[in-house]
């Protein structure tokens, strides 16, 4: 692939970690990114890792200028949260869309100006179904994948005429450790609701789709030369996201209090 550089943050575990594996066997130059690169398990041997917390942005500053030219960058390193709105410290909030969306965007526009220059580019989000429609007691993290979506496909307008392209890619359920802070109080008003829930969103995940299914996704993505904005992946996303563009909303939310509550 005329040895491109790519950046996949969050290249430590899941599906960051597929992504650089699979791009890694198809001959691009990958860089990788985790909080702490020493401590990583199975390092690609082929992957240059740095450092990057993207809750803080003196770290975004401080990878940068070490990174080079990048052709196609991968903002793939997430958090999750569960827990009712209403429990969520609002410090939690905040810090979730400093992960999730603000650290995205500070990365993202201090890669853009290279690629602008080079009137070429590509920029893949891991986004998420929970862009796409609301899901009860992860409201926050959904509130930061929605957020992304907006922002992101309104980049996509803006640096179209530059030569970069932006896409989303929307995952279901994909079977990693995701990495989710809990908000489950025994005392609450929400807790039974919550705690059956979570056990279903648990599941949900262990049983998803490998990350590797994911990481072809976006090796796809890679090979078009006009991608859509968006690509629903993995199981029932691409049926869901269809079906939740078509049917009613209150249809929508249905389905998905019926798909969370006790059978
Ligand atoms: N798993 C799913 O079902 C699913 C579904 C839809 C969308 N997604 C999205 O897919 C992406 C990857 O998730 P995953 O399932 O592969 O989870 P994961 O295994 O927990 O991987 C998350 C990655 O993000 C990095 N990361 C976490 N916090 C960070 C921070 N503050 N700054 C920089 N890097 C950070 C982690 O690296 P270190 O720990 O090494 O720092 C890790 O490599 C996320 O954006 C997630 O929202 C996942």
Not at 159 to 164: K, L
């Amino acid at each position: 692939m005329d040895h491109k550089r790519v950046l996949v943050t969050g290249a430590s575990s899941g599906i960051g970690r597929s992504i650089a594996e699979l791009l890694l066997q198809q001959g691009f130059d990958v860089l990788g990114t985790s909080r702490d690169p020493e401590t990583i398990k199975n390092k690609l041997s082929e992957v240059k890792y740095f450092a990057l917390d993207l809750q803080d942005p003196k770290s975004i500053d401080a990878l940068v200028p070490k990174l080079g030219d990048i052709d196609i960058l991968i903002n793939n390193a997430g958090q999750g949260q569960i827990g009712p709105l209403e429990e969520v410290p609002i410090e939690k909030v905040r810090s979730l869309f400093e992960v999730n969306l603000f650290g995205i965007v500070h990365l993202t526009q201090a890669i853009l100006p290279s690629m602008r220059k080079k009137r070429n580019g590509l920029i893949i989000n891991l986004s998420s179904m929970s862009g796409i429609f609301g899901v009860g007691f992860t409201s926050v993290y959904c509130g930061t994948k929605f957020a992304v979506e907006g922002m992101f496909r309104s980049l996509r307008q803006e640096v179209r005429p530059f030569g970069i392209k932006v896409v989303m890619i929307e995952p279901g359920y994909v079977s990693t450790g995701f990495e989710q802070e809990r908000f489950i109080d025994k005392s609450s008003d929400y807790y039974e609701n919550a705690k059956i829930f979570k056990a279903i969103r648990d599941h949900n995940i262990e049983t998803g789709v490998p990350p590797q299914e994911v990481a072809e996704k976006v090796l796809f993505v890679i090979k078009q030369k006009d991608p859509k904005p968006g690509y629903p992946v993995g199981g029932d996303a691409p049926r869901n996201a269809f079906l939740s563009r078509i049917l009613p909303v209150r249809l929508v939310e249905w389905f998905q209090r019926r798909k969370f509550s006790k059978k």
